[in-house]
């Protein structure tokens, strides 16, 4: 017989998990930090994005007797968990400015009652007198505080009203804690721990590594066309996400978008709050809709069924970058996170920094990062592996993950040191006073009026081997690997003291040759025949239908991996039914007649 409690409380969760959320299997430390909580410690969780966080807080909540009462900033993201856990059978509720006065009364009475299993509230809410009054009455199991990142300034999302949740945490010290997030850098985690008092909580770091999203990233050539053919390549209904540098080039692309039929919504903080919300409501209700945003469409885009995250400009730090194409794939499904850049965009991005208020050691700090960045674009190398470094976890380089542009298709390196010694020549030769236009047309000799005094030097005309394109990447792949940089404000190309070496130890330089690569495929690589289309198109219009009734997102009624299980297996029976992802008890009561009549409808179909 088994008698670890340990044990005991892992079947019960995993019955849970089954019967009402309809999975199979923990995913990793979900098991340990349901555990923990059970076992009635504090916890501080750093999972990646889509890792399944709310799990962990959900079972312990629905195991232990009491409420458990749950953190959340933005009301969009409770409403979107609460409407999930109700069609799971759970009772929760949300308590936010736009919670109707008569609820508030239910929510109360059924937390007196002890029948309310979990309560999400906004931060500046739960620290009222009056809450913390009234929750010293009921019976609480636990207090999960999603975001937690929020607490700290180092982070992009600082929201000083999370900073007096200590006031909650202090006064339920002996109530077990769980702090989640996304952000795992070091600051910010003590940061949580400080401010939220988790001096003793137990820290749960899950590797961060997202192994179902492709990365692939290409030079940018015309990124508008190249945008639209990559979109065009994921299928009709690929719900995607667009991030530009700029309000205006977001508008611009949403508008050029919809011309060329796809179902592009813009989104930025410069646009009026109504239309804005309206466009973030019609992105978590509707299919197929792609998102073109500024950095102002971050937090608490939770829509799990994200088939793409494209960037159109370099982002300014690979942090950025993983947080927002961490976005595609929260479902665990393949999804593709495609960037396009330029050396203009990483000279923009600089003056940016330039030009902002900020210290001029912070100012540094981005430089280091920006640099990271322009790196990790021109890398030979894994991205996977090359990320995950940056991130702070140690990887072997030379791995190779088969999910990265690089390493489907690696590229061809060529011996470039001539090449390199021409291009550092020219910008000696030149004074170090040419931009990168002015010194690939000396190169190439090409005679402008700008440089015609330079016409009579020996550099002129020495790299007509290569083309523009081919010289603008050799730049680029010199100022990654730190032999060049451009000067701020004049532009122009100088060397590095790593350049200097360089001349001097004549030592052989390998760069890639730039090509058009990537066949594009879409992320969901999925056939189906002729009739499991139609079920899939039957089904999807059930879904959206039921969604719309219930005025909930469609991932909610169930997700694009249960939707591909039920094309797949066709259930026509209740034990069929509970074999597929994601349906739990109470979604197959209230949805199981009708998935199982359509999928009859095909079934019979195939038979005759
Ligand atoms: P996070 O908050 O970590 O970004 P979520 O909690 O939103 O992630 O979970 C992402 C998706 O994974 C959700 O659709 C959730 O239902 C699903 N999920 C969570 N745990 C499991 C599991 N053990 N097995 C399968 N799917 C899971
Ligand atoms: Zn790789």
């Known amino acids: 017989m088994d008698t670890n409690p340990q044990n005991d409380f892992l079947s019960s969760a995993r019955i849970?998990?089954?019967?009402?959320f309809g999975y199979t299997d923990f995913r990793p430390f979900q098991a340990e930090i349901i555990t923990a909580l059970l076992q009635k410690r504090s916890v501080l969780a750093l999972m990646p994005t889509g890792a399944g966080k709310s799990m962990c807080y959900q079972i312990p909540a629905l195991m232990a007797d009491g409420v458990s009462i749950v953190i959340s900033p933005l009301i969009a993201l409770m409403d979107d968990q609460v409407a999930a856990l109700r069609l799971a059978g759970v009772n929760a509720a949300a308590l936010h400015s736009g919670?109707?006065?008569?609820?508030?009364?239910?929510?109360?009475?059924?937390?007196?009652?002890?029948?309310?299993?979990?309560?999400?509230?906004?931060?500046?809410?739960?620290?009222?007198?009056?809450?913390?009054?009234?929750?010293?009455?009921?019976?609480?199991?636990?207090?999960?505080?999603d975001e937690a990142h929020c607490v700290s300034q180092w982070g992009h999302d600082f929201r000083p009203e999370y900073r007096r949740l200590s006031v909650l945490t202090t006064r339920f010290h002996n109530i077990p804690t769980i702090a989640l997030t996304a952000t795992a850098d070091l600051r910010t985690r003590d940061d949580i721990v400080h401010y939220l008092y988790l001096q003793n909580a137990q820290i749960f770091i899950s590797p961060f590594d997202r192994a179902n999203i492709e990365y692939r990233i290409v030079e940018k050539n015309n990124g508008k066309k190249?945008?639209?053919?990559?979109?065009?390549?994921?299928?009709?209904?690929?719900?995607?996400?667009?991030?530009?540098?700029?309000?205006?080039?977001?508008?611009?692309?949403?508008?050029?978008?919809?011309e060329e039929k796809i179902n592009a919504l813009p989104y930025h903080a410069g646009m009026d709050n109504e239309q804005r919300q309206n466009n973030q409501r019609r992105f978590s209700l509707e299919d197929g809709i792609v998102m073109v945003a500024t950095v102002a469409f971050g937090m608490g885009i939770d829509k799990p069924d994200v088939r793409f995250v494209a960037h159109l400009d370099m982002p300014p730090s690979i942090e950025r970058f993983y947080q927002e194409s961490g976005r595609a794939g929260r479902d665990g499904q393949s999804a593709i996170s495609w960037l396009c850049y330029g050396l203009n965009d990483w000279v923009l991005l600089r003056q940016r920094i330039e030009e902002s208020q900020a210290s001029v050691e912070q100012k540094n700090i981005e430089y280091i990062k920006l640099a990271q960045m322009l790196a990790f674009c021109e890398t030979t190398d894994c991205r996977r592996q090359y990320l995950l470094n940056c991130l702070g976890e140690k990887h072997n380089l030379h791995n190779k993950c088969d999910n990265c542009d690089n390493c489907i298709e690696p590229p061809t390196l060529f011996d470039a040191t001539v090449a390199v010694q021409k291009l550092l020549s020219a910008i000696y030769r030149c004074q170090q006073r040419l931009n990168v236009g002015q010194i690939i047309d000396i190169l190439r000799g090409k005679i402008t009026p700008e440089i015609q005094e330079y016409q009579g030097l020996s550099v002129f005309g020495v790299g007509s081997e290569y083309s523009e394109r081919q010289w603008r990447s050799i730049v680029r792949q010199c100022i990654a690997k730190g032999y060049l940089n451009i000067a701020i404000h004049q532009l122009a190309l100088h060397l590095t003291p790593t350049a200097a070496d360089l001349l001097k130890n004549k030592q052989n330089i390998h760069l890639h040759i730039p090509y058009e690569k990537h066949q594009f495929k879409p992320s969901h690589t999925q056939f189906f025949t002729e009739r499991q289309e139609k079920l899939l198109n039957a089904l999807r219009l059930w879904r959206r239908q039921t969604a719309e009734s219930q005025q909930v997102p469609a991932f909610v009624i169930f997700s694009d991996k249960t939707l591909t299980q039920l094309v797949e297996y066709m259930p026509t029976t209740a034990f069929e039914l509970h074999q597929i992802y994601g349906l739990g008890d109470a979604k197959i009561n209230a949805f199981g007649e009708e998935i199982m009549a359509i999928c009859r409808q095909f079934k019979n179909v195939q038979a005759a």
């Open 99 to 145: 919670t109707q006065p008569e609820q508030v009364k239910k929510i109360a009475n059924d937390m007196q009652q002890g029948c309310l299993k979990l309560l999400y509230i906004a931060p500046e809410r739960a620290v009222t007198q009056r809450f913390l009054d009234f929750i010293t009455q009921i019976n609480i199991s636990l207090i999960a505080i």
């Open 226 to 258: 190249q945008l639209l053919k990559f979109i065009q390549s994921q299928g009709k209904n690929a719900c995607g996400i667009v991030y530009c540098n700029s309000r205006k080039k977001v508008e611009n692309i949403a508008a050029f978008l919809c």
């Open 16 to 20: 849970l998990l089954h019967d009402t």
